[in-house]
């Protein structure tokens, strides 16, 4: 059976894992000091915990469509203090960052998995996680956070995505990155049309077959769910998303990225013992 090698943890993957979203964005306003950001983002970590959360998946930057970028030492300061509180809780943790300054710090501060956007393509990322015991997530995107959904263009989604994904798993291998270490994401919503986004998600089971390595898919409340729910405010997109989350789960995902993890978690549950 297959096992995710992951810090200090071997993570069967005999089953859907999920990771659950826990964003560390301070109240400029409030929050000089940071320090209600900190015990937001470790009691958000908690409940995810509580709930079921396989994975717990720390940011400090976000990614979605049209944000802006903080600065590497900014970051910095948001994610360490968190990874070092949850230290103690034994669940695995994931940073989500594109930035090797960032990577160093978390990996300094135990962290188990690297869940890179960027795909490691910053200058010094893949040999900073090559030199460390954590799994990485590779994830596909065309374009930045800032711009990708003004005019995204492929002539074929799925294997755009797939040779892009099988390329950069062949980067880390060769780095030294065990097979093991490795978890690969089409990125939905990264610089993607609504019909690329569909066609991407219909061909996540070929995907995971033909790549040889677990996906992690992350489509939580995001806007392709909106679109077809009609639904413009994302935490209306719940159970939108809990459906999307069985339907990845179907086709083979090793990892699902979600905000509502007790609702996936039961969803899952059912799911595997009426399959
Ligand atoms: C993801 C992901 C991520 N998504 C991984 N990490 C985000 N591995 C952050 C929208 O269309 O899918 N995989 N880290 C969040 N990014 C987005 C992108 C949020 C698009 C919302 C949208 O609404």
Redesign the pocket.
């Known amino acids: 059976m297959s096992e995710l090698h992951c810090g200090r943890f071997r993570l069967a993957l005999d089953r859907p894992l999920v ?1 659950g ?1 826990v964003n560390v964005t301070p109240d400029s306003f409030s929050d000089g000091g940071r320090y209600d950001s900190v015990a937001k983002a470790v009691a958000q970590a908690e409940r995810l915990v509580d709930d079921g959360a396989d994975i717990l ?1 720390i ?1 400090g930057e ?4 049209g ?1 802006v970028r903080v600065p590497d030492d900014e970051e910095v300061r948001r994610v360490v203090p968190v990874l070092q509180a949850l230290q103690s809780l034994n669940v695995p943790l994931s940073i ?1 960052t594109c930035k090797a300054a960032v990577m160093r710090a978390a990996l300094d501060a135990g962290v188990d998995l690297v ?3 960027a795909a490691l393509e910053a200058d010094g990322a893949l040999e900073l996680v090559a030199r460390s015991q954590a799994a990485v ?1 590779l ?1 596909h995107k065309q374009g930045e ?1 800032q711009s990708m ?1 003004a005019a995204p263009h492929y002539d074929d989604v799925a294997s755009e995505v797939e040779a892009y994904l099988a390329g950069r798993r062949d980067a880390a291998l060769a780095a030294g990155i065990d097979a093991q270490r490795l ?1 690969l ?6 610089g ?1 049309a609504f019909e690329h ?1 569909v066609a991407l998600f219909r061909s996540l089971a070929g995907q995971a077959a033909r790549l040889g390595a677990p996906l ?11 679109t077809i729910t009609g639904r413009s405010v ?1 935490s209306e997109r719940v159970s939108a998303s809990v459906a999307a989350a069985l339907l990845a789960a179907q086709a083979g995902a090793a990892v699902i ?1 979600v905000h509502d993890v007790r609702e996936t978690v039961d969803a899952i549950r059912v799911w595997r013992a009426l399959k």
């Open positions: 990771m979203i998946d940011g976000s990614t979605r469509p944000a989500d869940n890179d956007i997530c994830m956070p959904q978890l994401d089409p990125g939905f919503g990264f993607k986004n992690l898919v992350g489509v939580s409340r995001k806007t392709m769910l909106g994302p990225r």
